[in-house]
Nanobody
């Protein structure tokens, strides 16, 4: 079994910063691209950012210049540094990764359980 566990969410004032972490554990052979998604109340889940194994990144327009995604391949962990947070960034943030396990087979998608970020004064 493989699981992703997010941490780092919480309440922050507008203009503040938070750093989310997502650690993969279990019988991991290899991790391909890693993603951060978010889902605001009453809205559909949306892609925030992703990072490839080589370190190439891509961001949603709404977070460009404010959020930075990074990864530590030795720790099987992806991070999301969020700065200049706005109330509209309030959402449950989920990580997602394409993971191949020791038991073999192709890469398959795995979701974390989510961590709540609330931006409010």
């Amino acid at each position: 079994q493989v699981q992703l566990v997010e941490s780092g969410g919480g309440l922050v004032q507008p203009g503040g910063s938070l750093r989310l972490s997502c650690a993969a554990s279990g019988s991991i052979f290899s991790i391909n691209t890693m993603y951060w998604y978010r889902q605001a109340p009453g809205k559909e889940r949306e892609l925030v950012a992703f990072i490839t194994t080589g370190g190439s990144t891509n961001y949603a327009e709404s977070v460009k210049g404010r959020f930075t995604i990074s990864r530590d391949n030795a720790k099987n962990t992806v991070y999301l540094q969020m700065s200049n947070l706005k109330p509209e960034d309030t959402a449950v943030y989920y990580c997602y990764a394409l993971i191949a396990t020791m038991t073999g087979g192709n890469y398959r998608g795995v979701w974390g359980q989510g961590t709540l970020v609330t931006v409010s004064s």
